[in-house]
């Protein structure tokens, strides 16, 4: 992970510019030699930077630790480009089957779907597959929604912050929303919940994920004006994990 980077091109711009003078009176090939290597930083075909880098040994570890959502986005932004690489095959049944729980419920193809925390797009796809055309992703990190979107399942892709209020839409705009791998540590709070819940339409479906071990979470589900109508139980990194679907009451 980056945590700090500096471009330092222009630094690297007035050491060759002085070098080319100190050159220029007894080694004009040198000078000229210099004179072009400045022209090449000022076309962006050379530079110098300064990176601070972080390795992460335990992914799954890593992300589940943020003191901010801030801190969650950077996260996310460093880690877009290889994060299917790195979860893709072990965790592609859970967006898979929680597309295939809502075909149960709802199959009209035309229903009005938020993909919430929508990330590379592993649940767009696994939508997409089940037929569904007008599906909407909204996420916290622009660098992982650039990813979903070269994969054009998605009819609108939207920068959101689930901890404050939604307002690229109007309320109860939406027939579903699925929220995989969302609500959990470092993650999603109940309050990303309260701000979901308006933008859903009486009667329509609310799917996500949850830890057994989150028992936090599993209560803030028990307040909510919702019920639940359908849930199935799998197994991500040797943790037991709840597909869970609920209707808005």
């Known amino acids: 992970m980056v945590l700090e980077a500096t471009d330092l091109s222009l630094h690297l711009h007035k ?3 002085l070098l080319s003078q100190l050159a220029l009176p007894q080694y004009p090939d040198l000078n000229a030699t210099y004179i072009r290597i400045c022209q090449a930083i000022d076309k962006q075909e050379l530079g110098w930077s300064f990176y601070l880098c972080q390795k992460v040994s335990d ?13 969650l986005q950077s996260k996310y932004d460093a880690w877009a480009r290889l994060y299917e690489t790195d979860i893709g095959k072990s965790w592609e049944i859970i967006p898979r089957n929680a597309a295939g729980m809502l075909k149960q419920l709802l199959p009209r193809s035309d229903i ?11 649940a767009g796809e696994a939508l997409a597959f089940q037929g569904y055309n007008n599906i909407t992703a909204i996420d916290l990190s622009p660098e992982m929604l650039e990813i979903a979107r070269k994969k054009q399942v998605y009819k609108a892709l939207q920068t959101a912050n689930l901890e404050t209020p939604l307002t690229f839409c109007e309320e109860e705009s939406f027939d579903a929303i699925l929220a995989i791998g969302v609500f959990t540590y470092g993650h999603a709070s109940p309050v990303g919940l309260d701000n979901l819940l308006p933008v859903l339409k009486q009667g329509g479906i609310f799917i996500l994920t949850v830890r057994l071990s989150n028992k936090p979470m599993q209560e ?13 139980e799998y197994t991500f990194e040797d943790a037991p994990f709840h597909i869970l679907a609920y209707r808005k009451d």
């Not at 009005?112 to 592993?122: C, E, Q, R, V, Y």
């Not at 803030?220 to 199935?232: D, E, G, H, M």
């Open 220 to 232: 803030a589900f028990t307040k909510l004006p919702w019920t639940l109508i359908s849930q199935q």
């Open 112 to 122: 009005f779907i938020l993909d919430a925390g929508a990330g590379s797009g592993m």
């Open 15 to 17: 050491s060759y510019e």
């Open 59 to 71: 992914r799954l570890s890593w992300i589940h630790q943020n003191k901010d959502t801030q801190e």
